[in-house]
């Protein structure tokens, strides 16, 4: 059954090196939880985090000090910009994976140029005209340099509306 709540994927640390080498996958999700315990002691925060995010419908994959080009964004070049629509977030002992978003992580960066993308030659030709175009296309980019990657899983899952606990039906089981 499909459910809002964040699923974590955590390495079994025990378990690597054996069964030929393959690292075998924990799934925890709202189910496994206590509703006091947090997955802070789970996870190495402190490690660099990768995450996945969505802006004006595509997909980029950033970690800390990483240079992106993206379509023109509606800022002055050196301000701060975040990008709060994160998909994944994952470190080197988890991932984190959004059903569809995750709604702790925050993803900040700062804008270093504005400039048009690289010249983009195309041929057009209609069917049946002696009529045949050669056309170039430049958009408009700006270049971001990733400057942190934040993440606080305080809670997991969807906190229920009448109590306040944390929700486990429709967790997602492996």
Not at 44 to 62: C, H, I, N, P, W
Not at 96 to 107: K, M, T
Not at 109 to 128: G, M, P, Q, T, W
Request: overall charge positive; glycine content about 6%; charged content about 25%.
């Amino acid at each position: 059954m499909f459910s809002l709540c964040p699923v974590l994927k955590l390495i079994n640390p025990m378990s690597i090196g054996k069964r030929l080498g393959h690292t075998h996958l924990m799934t925890l999700s709202v189910a496994d939880v206590n509703e006091t315990q947090t997955l802070t002691s789970l996870l190495d925060l402190s490690a660099e985090l990768f995450t996945v995010v969505l802006y004006r419908g595509e997909q980029y994959k950033m970690a800390k000090d990483d240079t992106l080009m993206l379509p023109r964004l509606n800022a002055m070049i050196g301000e701060e910009v975040a990008f709060k629509k994160c998909l994944m977030v994952g470190g080197k002992t988890f991932t984190a994976i959004g059903r569809p978003f995750l709604d702790n992580v925050r993803v900040t960066a700062r804008i270093e140029e504005h400039k048009k993308s690289h010249n983009v030659i195309y041929y057009l030709d209609r069917h049946k005209r002696k009529n045949i175009q050669w056309k170039n296309n430049q958009n408009q980019v700006t270049i971001i340099r990733v400057e942190k990657v934040e993440y606080h899983p305080d809670i997991v899952g969807p906190l229920d509306k009448e109590t306040g606990r944390l929700t486990t039906t429709g967790a997602f089981e492996d």
